[in-house]
């Protein structure tokens, strides 16, 4: 399994931006990449999901027009773009890497298998 190491959350105002980066420790081109996250009391969803080879992409419809998922393969590094933050993005935000099983990688947490630690965004009005 690949290790995954989140950065760059942190504490910002409305319509502000963040970038949060995802550093794997193997070469993370051919598996199912995501972002999720999980606020106090709501389960863990997914917010957007990257498939490798094809490098489509899957929002969550409440973060669409504002995140962006992209990925540097060289650097073995994925990040989450965040525009136009809002308070109800405020959650802990964690990168995961799963099997890719052809098609389209889903946003559903159980099929991922490898997980980082989290980083906390807060978005205050």
């Known amino acids: 399994q690949v290790q995954l190491v989140e950065s760059g959350g942190g504490s910002v105002q409305v319509g502000g931006s963040l970038r949060l980066s995802c550093a794997a420790s193997g070469a993370v081109s051919s598996y199912c990449m995501g972002w999720f996250r999980q606020a106090p009391g709501k389960e863990r969803e997914g917010v957007a999901t990257?498939?490798?080879?094809?490098?489509?992409?899957y929002y969550h419809d409440s973060v669409k027009g504002r995140f962006t998922i992209s990925q540097d393969n060289a650097k073995k590094t994925v990040y989450l773009q965040m525009n136009s933050l809002k308070p109800e993005d405020t959650a802990m935000y964690y990168c995961?890497?799963?099997?890719?099983?052809?098609?389209?990688?889903?946003?559903?947490?159980?099929?991922?298998?490898?997980w980082g630690q989290g980083t906390q965004v807060t978005v205050s009005s």
């Open positions: 995961a890497s799963g099997v890719n099983r052809g098609g389209s990688c889903s946003p559903s947490p159980r099929l991922f298998d490898s």
């Open positions: 990257l498939t490798p080879d094809v490098f489509g992409t």
